[in-house]
Antibody
Framework: QVQLVQSGAEVRKPGASVKVSCKAF????????IHWVRQAPGQGLEWMGW????????AYEQKFQGRVTMTRDTSISTAYMELSSLRSDDTAVYYC?????????????WGQGALVTVSS | DIVLTQSPDSLAVSLGERATINCKSS????????????LAWYQQKPGQPPKLLIY???TRASGVPDRFSGSGSGTDFTLTISTLQAEDVAVYYC???????????FGQGTRLEIK
């Protein structure tokens, strides 16, 4: 069955970077866009951007431009989201999610989430 | 960006009663070429990722009980739970995907509790 399995919790200091992984199981990885959505403690959902695993094309929410990089490794069906210049307000659970079709950006499967804590 | 505003922010409903959550968009999310509303609904329980309930405003996702239904068009949408069950306690979010390739936006969430 379809599963997205994310890497574990991370703690970083302000100014550092973090890279979260999302490994896909049960479907053709290159056939579906992967999106990243974050959720600060007790807050709502915030979309960050997507990657097309087939060709590596990306689109980022303007707020994260210059700080976020989304990549993929098709040989291991894994997508990555790297966020740099971390601040305390980047503390959040980071989710990867699959969009079921090209240009159809609702999310039918989600990873379990990876908590990133930014603290000095 | 399209802003989605949900109402109410929180809601308490008795078991077996109807729960209604509204989502208003700052602009239409109806794409006339495809004749579809680019709006989805999710359920999120504590400590879990969101779960897709409804897409295209009214299509129930696989495995979602039929007590959940979505309606509306253009800028005004509703998620209805016809007979509330204890396991429906959660936060519910609407999401628009009209403005792809970016950005996707979510409503602020509605917390549903048992009265």
């Amino acid at each position: 069955q379809v599963q997205l399995v994310q890497s574990g919790a991370e703690v970083r200091k302000p100014g550092a970077s973090v890279k979260v992984s999302c490994k896909a199981f049960g479907y053709t990885f290159t056939g579906y866009y992967i999106h990243w959505v974050r959720q600060a403690p007790g807050q709502g959902l915030e979309w960050m951007g997507w990657i097309n695993p087939n060709n590596g094309a990306t689109a980022y929410e303007q707020k994260f431009q210059g700080r976020v990089t989304m990549t993929r490794d098709t040989s291991i069906s894994t997508a990555y989201m790297e966020l740099s210049s971390l601040r305390s307000d980047d503390t959040a659970v980071y989710y990867c999610a699959r969009a079921p079709a090209i240009l159809t950006y609702y999310f039918d499967y989600w990873g379990q989430g990876a908590l990133v804590t930014v603290s000095s | 960006d399209i802003v989605l505003t949900q109402s109410p922010d929180s809601l308490a409903v008795s078991l077996g009663e109807r729960a209604t959550i509204n989502c208003k968009s700052s602009q239409s999310v109806f794409y006339s070429y495809h004749k579809k509303n680019y709006l989805a609904w999710y359920q999120q329980k504590p400590g879990q990722p969101p779960k897709l309930l409804i897409y295209w405003a009214s299509t129930r996702a696989s495995g979602v009980p039929d007590r959940f239904s979505g309606s509306g068009s253009g800028t005004d949408f509703t998620l209805t739970i016809s007979t509330l069950q204890a396991e429906d306690v959660a936060v519910y979010y609407c999401q628009q995907y009209y403005t792809t390739p970016r950005p996707v936006t979510f409503g602020q969430g509605t917390r549903l509790e048992i009265k």
